[in-house]
């Protein structure tokens, strides 16, 4: 079992940034990939990035250049620093783990409003 917790989320304004944690727990040493999603109200959940363990990362062209994921492996933890915030990224973000099967971390709320 793997364990996801994310933290960092909250209330931003338009063009504001916003970093997001996601710390890993459990049977980790099996990972093999982790990475963000995102769920607005009202829509489905849509791949936002991901990071290999090899540190090779792709991102959803609707936050290219805005959004940088990056993992500290001393800490078992991943991190969306995203910037030029916009409306539309407002959704409940949730980091994801790996290893054959999928581990879902409970979400965090972003908020993007003037």
């Known amino acids: 079992q793997v364990q996801l917790v994310e933290s960092g989320g909250g209330l931003v304004q338009p063009g504001g940034s916003l970093t997001l944690s996601c710390a890993a727990s459990g049977s980790i040493n099996s990972i093999l990939y982790m990475g963000w999603y995102r769920q607005a109200p009202g829509k489905q959940r849509e791949w936002v990035a991901t990071?290999?363990?090899?540190?090779?990362?792709t991102y959803q062209d609707s936050v290219k250049g805005r959004f940088i994921t990056s993992r500290d492996n001393a800490n078992n933890t991943i991190y969306l620093q995203m910037n030029s915030l916009k409306p539309e990224d407002t959704a409940v973000y949730y980091c994801?783990?790996?290893?054959?099967?999928?581990?879902w971390g409970p979400g965090t709320q972003v908020t993007v409003s003037s």
């Open positions: 994801y783990a790996s290893r054959g099967k999928v581990y």
């Open positions: 990071i290999t363990i090899g540190g090779t990362t």
